[in-house]
């Protein structure tokens, strides 16, 4: 099948693609002291496989991928202080080994940077529509994230995120929420799902 024209399909991760997850971090944000390492997304995958998602290509191989964080109500406190806002200064305790809370954090929305145009910003709506579905499937009622590029927090904010905090620690870097049925309400939502 013609690759332009591949279906889209997001799909949880296996443990053999966190390699190429890490080299789309490390591309994206070269120079990024929070860029998740291949060891850092070791860790978390051996404490909850499920935050990872992937989009492939024809050969299996990742082109993006998104990790979603199911997190505990003193996280949440956490991050609504400015205390913390990045996967990498979380508690492992403040991070659930599974999805039954109400509450999640998107940590990373990352897309290969040699694609292009339409096809690099349909593989990260298509992960947040996915994603985004999922969680309002499991009922959560918040949703937070802390995007790193400008990229990153446009998406959002296309999705009905809002600024609710400043982390202290890194550069007054933004701490966003939404409700699903808010992300279920916005254009870019409805227009991923046409």
Sequence with gaps: MDEGKRELTCELASQSDLAGMAA???????????????????????????MFHVVRNSDGGVQAFIIVTPINENLKEKLEAGIVSDLIDFDKEDVLPDFETDCYFVAD???????????????????????FSILKTK?????????????????????????????NNHDECPIYIVTPEKIMDSRAYKMLRR
Excluded at 36 to 46: A, D, H, K, R
Excluded at 114 to 120: A, D, S, V, Y
Excluded at 143 to 150: A, E, K, M, N
């Design 24 to 50: 789309i971090e490390q591309a994206c944000f070269p120079n990024d002291e929070r860029a998740y390492t291949l060891s850092v997304l070791q860790e978390w995958f051996s404490h909850n496989p499920n």
């Design 139 to 167: 009922e959560a009622k918040w949703v937070y994230s802390s995007p790193i590029s400008s990229e990153g927090k446009k998406a959002l904010e296309s999705f009905g995120f809002e600024i609710i905090a400043y982390d």
């Design 109 to 131: 929305i990352c897309v290969d940077p040699t694609l292009n145009g339409i096809r690099k910003l349909m593989m990260g709506g298509k992960l947040m529509g996915d994603v």
